[in-house]
């Protein structure tokens, strides 16, 4: 058999923050002043998502620099009477940033509620991406009830030096082995405070530049970017580079920066196949399709891990739809 791209061989990788906040709503930093740290990080994309506020900045657009423009909207409350505090976080973001228009938002937490949002959000130009979900603490019934998401953040890098509730594997395990499908994005969700409250912090920049989505796009156009995004032509990471990824003669093969594992799950426990070394080599995998276990379902994605802990995370694909 040929080889089929899981993620495009022409066009262009673009590094992007898609989760970000500003002096719109409790970010410490300007859109401008957020545009020039990015920038200087090697970053092309950064999507404005303030808190339930929506703005298009469309002046940061240039010929090197892309604007998405979107909002979070939070849904706070308890699970249940006297219950524990629980929240919905998503962030949505414009097909077409001057058509967008913000929509009504539960004022308690309701899972029926937010999936009609959701549904209402779609409807008004919106993407809906679902937001550090270990942060959020929600019970596994309630993220597994949301319908419509487009991407899962498996990264949130703010939720990761503020509380150590960053990562968001499991969640996106769980997401994936219940037959539900979201593109894996990784996020800083900066709000770039000085310091925090309980004592101090790196820099006024220290939850910038963690967690970032490189998306493969024809060219850096709020259009192709977009629907790149909508089609899945990305991968999150907070550190390991992926250069290609594709499947061949029953191999799924993937070209990385160097690592020190790549590990490809499917939905059963352990993982499908791995290969491991003590040091980061490896920059070329070929994972037999005959070790997915396709009892569990076909789906099968890849996580690749740098000695430093640091990691990259594919989509899942369904290799039974796909007709390998
Ligand atoms: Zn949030
Ligand atoms: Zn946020």
Known sequence: MGRTD???AEGNFY???LHCHTTYSDGMLTPQQVKELYMERGYSIVAFTDHNRYVYHKELSEERFLPLAGYEVNNDGRKGEGGHPIADHLCALALDPERAQMVERPVVYDSEKINEMIQRLR???FIVNYNHPAWSLEHTEDFLALHGITCFEVFNYGAEVSTGAGYGD???DL????GRRAFPIATDDNHNPPVYETGGGPGPDFDSCGGFTMIKARELTYRAVTDAICAGHLYASNGPLIEGIYLENDRLVIDCGPVC???MKDCGIN???AIYDGADSITHAEIPLSAVRREFGGAVRAVLMRKDGKRAWTN???LDEMGF
């Open 175 to 178: 997401w994936v082995k219940s």
């Open 261 to 263: 594992s790549v590990m």
């Open 123 to 125: 409807e008004a130009g």
């Open 6 to 8: 899981l993620i495009p």
């Open 316 to 318: 899942a694909w369904d």
């Open 170 to 172: 499991q969640q996106y």
């Open 15 to 17: 590094k992007a923050n």
């Open 271 to 273: 993982n499908a196949w």
